[in-house]
């Protein structure tokens, strides 16, 4: 009886031993004929306590498709690990081939991938293990309101200026491994923890991460634990967050090279202001111009600013013909200022 059990629950054991070995093929032994999409800028969630570890998102591929898995926050297998992310890269049969992330004491080559918050394509500036204790970066890690007793500073950039998110090939990055990142590869490692996978694969399962469905723009890039998808807190749909944050400082230096920018400008924002101000300038001139200063009337001044009548000028008004650049009027200057002279001193005369 128990032998005629066994065999009825062999087909279900080899079942579940084929599942876990492609599986496990995933991260292993993936290749694909096609690049997957750049790396999408965000923002990093907060930090939701003390000794977590944060892990950049990545693309994975499902064997039809690139999905994006979102960066969280994860709990190392044990203290003194540090995470290296895994990444494409190129080989020679003409495919881009899968090299898995592992936990390891030193951060290993992960192709030169600039994934942000302190993965910026060697090592990790993010922070570092001491006595037991993980030590972050305040430049790095969002804090938010946690407290967090062991944290230094040092500058570390949060994105670079590229976004591949493959090594090798047209188009990939060009990085080789250095000879600390060798002794890091050749450590031992430790795979995905059991809450990665099941971030992953509830990431697979999820259509709007999809490359197809998305055009490789996810909207869930971050989640603040690892495999929670059901609230929408921060770090879920926050793929315009770094976007909005630089708007104001490119509509006030006219770029407007981000596309959430232009509908802030299109809502005339950027160009009521300039619409108020032309006409508060032409209802001045219009009530005031034309009653009193009909008289006076600046047109003629306008022509007497060219020069070209100085004898006009002079007439009626002296001290307006001040334009003594030119020297060929001096002489007449003169004669009328004799004029004026002898008209005032016939008076002291008398």
Not at 339 to 345: A, L, S, T
Request: aromatic share 10%.
């Amino acid at each position: 009886m128990r032998y005629a059990k066994f065999l009825a629950l062999m087909p279900l054991l080899l079942l579940g031993a084929v599942s876990a070995l492609s599986q496990a093929a995933v991260d292993i032994n993936v290749s694909v004929n096609v690049a997957p999409p750049p790396i999408p800028v965000y923002d990093q969630p907060p930090l939701p306590g003390d000794g977590y570890l944060w892990t950049p998102g990545y693309w994975a591929w499902d064997g039809m498709d690139y999905y994006w898995v979102p960066g969280t926050w994860v709990e190392p297998p044990v203290s003194g690990l540090l995470w290296t992310p895994g990444y494409w890269g190129w080989n020679d049969q003409g495919s881009y081939v899968w090299n898995a992330g592992y936990w390891g004491p030193e951060v290993g080559f992960y192709g030169g991938i600039d994934y942000g918050y302190g993965y910026g394509g060697s090592g990790y500036l993010g922070g570092y293990w001491h006595g037991g204790a993980f030590f972050y970066n305040r430049s790095v890690a969002n804090f938010g309101q946690v407290h967090i007793v062991n944290v230094y500073s040092a500058p570390a950039p949060h994105w670079g200026s590229s976004h591949v998110s493959f090594n090798g090939g047209q188009g990939g990055l060009r990085a080789q491994p250095t000879a600390h990142d060798r002794v890091a590869m050749s450590q031992h490692h430790v795979e995905l923890t059991t809450q990665q996978r099941d971030h992953r694969d509830h990431a697979q399962g999820m259509r709007e991460l999809h490359a197809s469905q998305n055009g490789g723009r996810p909207q869930i890039l971050t989640t603040q634990r690892a495999a929670d998808f059901a609230h929408p807190g921060p770090g879920l749909h926050n793929h315009q967050t770094p976007r909005v944050t630089g708007a104001a400082p490119q509509l006030r230096s006219g770029e407007g090279a981000v596309a959430p920018a232009r509908p802030n400008d299109a809502a005339g924002q950027h160009f009521q202001p300039r619409e108020q101000a032309q006409p508060r300038e032409q209802a001045q001139p219009h009530p005031q111009a034309r009653a009193p200063e009909a008289s006076h009337e600046p047109p003629p001044a306008r022509e007497q600013a060219p020069r070209p009548q100085p004898q006009a000028a002079q007439h009626e008004q002296g001290p307006r013909p001040q334009a003594k650049p030119e020297g060929k009027p001096e002489g007449k200057p003169e004669a009328s200022h004799d004029k004026e002279r002898r008209e005032p001193g016939d008076n002291r005369d008398r």
